[in-house]
């Protein structure tokens, strides 16, 4: 009867991690994470994908995010946003971007996302200035105006608005938004996670412009 004593160590033999196996013919295209690479600043900066100058894929797309306030959500949706092109987000406060709660999740997308800090007490008066300036505005939210997500045609300027993680979006704010989307549900929990919400509305944007 063999027991671990008498089993003998196999060699550890180093692999590069970037070189994929000659069998493979469906292999991942994500890029390795720049600290992992020790690739010189000179490198990073002119990277094409992470360049700050390059221009948002969906400029006129503004997530309105100052109703969160639980910081995992936050960086997971900053992530989600940075990934999809949107042109902006807005949170509560700038200082959650330090946090690491935050950066834990947003892994340094709020370094190539254009974020604005927008407290909840002077959102009224913020989104009131985006629909002046042309921005139609969109609330994600089970009200009784509201529209099945895959029903409704984005408009390329569009500010979504995310509610808070228990309550929802504020009547207040509510009653001076333009439509009024909610995504189908057929279990029996109430609502979905706020990143979560966010991550497919955002997809259904961005679907309806790459078919």
Known sequence: KSTLEDCTPSKLVSKDPLVQEQHADNIQRKITPWKSMNIET???????RLSKSKGREYEGL????????????????????????????????????????????SVTAEQWLPMEEVPESQLLEYIQNLKSAGWSIVAVEQASKSVPLHSFKFPEKCAIILGKEREGVPVEILNHVD???????????????VHVTGSIVLWEYVRQRIQ
């Open 62 to 105: 503004i997530v309105v995010a100052s109703l969160i306030d639980r910081l995992p959500n936050l960086g997971g949706l900053c992530r989600t946003c940075e990934i999809l092109g949107v042109g902006k987000m807005t949170i509560p406060s700038a200082l959650a971007v330090k946090e690491r709660e935050f950066t834990g999740v």
């Open 42 to 48: 000179e490198q990073e900066d002119s990277s094409q």
């Open 179 to 193: 439509h009024c989307v909610e995504i189908p549900q057929h279990g029996l929990i109430r609502s979905f996670n």
